[in-house]
């Protein structure tokens, strides 16, 4: 069993940078764990995110449910990190995150995934809260 989770945060990357990373920590599997696929930064939206990584071998996943609802966006870009905790967990609670939960569970036991949203900060963000939840016992390297 992998005993490691992967994340990763694009804001102040480029498209070419966050695949280097990717390629250099030996990901197999990028999982896109953005509420809404869509990025107004060049070469993060999904069609063209998905094409980048694959091209360079690596697989690609968009698991909407566990992304964060909007009221957990906006406190994240005001630093409430209470609000987005609160809203994070009960978006951990609906049966499609619980569904998509085990899916990613799952495909971590024989791969190894890296967590994608825009935020730079894992400790700020829901990647961590994520991780926390699914992957109690891995620890959590930030790329």
Do not use: W
């Not at 990584?53 to 630093?79: F, M, N, S, W």
């Amino acid at each position: 069993m992998i005993c490691k989770i992967h994340t990763i945060g694009y804001a102040s990357r480029t498209q070419d940078e966050l695949v280097s990373a990717l390629r250099h920590a030996g990901i197999t599997m990028l999982v896109d764990v953005r509420a809404i696929a869509n990025s107004r930064r060049a070469g993060f939206s999904k069609t063209s995110l998905r094409s980048a990584v694959e091209e360079a071998g690596i697989a690609y996943l968009h698991l909407r449910q566990l992304g964060t609802p909007k009221e957990g966006r906006d406190a994240a870009r005001r630093g409430d990190q209470e609000t987005l905790e609160r809203v994070y967990s009960g978006q951990l609670e609906l049966p499609e995150a619980l569904a998509q939960m085990a899916e990613l569970q799952s495909l971590a036991e024989d791969q190894t995934v890296c967590l994608l949203c825009y935020c730079e900060e894992a400790d700020h963000c829901h990647r961590r809260l994520l991780v926390d939840a699914v992957f109690p016992d891995r620890k959590r390297v930030d790329l």
